[in-house]
């Protein structure tokens, strides 16, 4: 089963960081768009962060200036650095995988085909 895994998370204090990864051992994210989107509890899941085939990114407003998305080819793995944490930022963290071809990324769940089964991110003192 082609499916991606997060890992990373954990409980972190407010104001403070963490890096999530995905990877993949089944296929490759050469080329292709990953998305990070995020569930907290009796909400929604909502789109955080992706990454195209061309390496731009896209974040949320909630996120823009605290996350960065990144890849790297070598080790088949993209990353989510998340600086300035806040309660508001507890949730399931899911990566996912468009298998198509695109120029741009976009925060919304039916673009992507292959979901991780989540890691969770708890920021609190």
């Known amino acids: 089963q082609m499916q991606p895994v997060e890992s990373g998370g954990g409980l972190v204090q407010p104001g403070g960081s963490a890096r999530l990864s995905c990877t993949a051992s089944e296929f490759t994210f050469n080329s292709r768009s990953i998305g990070w989107f995020r569930q907290a509890p009796g909400k929604e899941r909502e789109g955080v962060a992706c990454?195209?085939?061309?390496?731009?990114?896209n974040y949320a407003e909630a996120v823009k200036g605290r996350f960065t998305v990144s890849r790297d080819n070598l080790k088949n793995t993209i990353f989510l650095q998340m600086n300035n944490l806040s309660p508001e930022d507890t949730a399931v963290y899911y990566c996912?995988?468009?298998?198509?071809?695109?120029?741009?990324?976009?925060?919304?769940?039916?673009?992507?085909?292959?979901w991780g089964q989540g890691t969770q991110v708890t920021v609190a003192s």
């Open positions: 990454i195209s085939s061309y390496s731009f990114p």
């Open positions: 996912a995988v468009d298998l198509g071809f695109s120029s741009t990324c976009e925060l919304v769940s039916h673009e992507y085909s292959h």
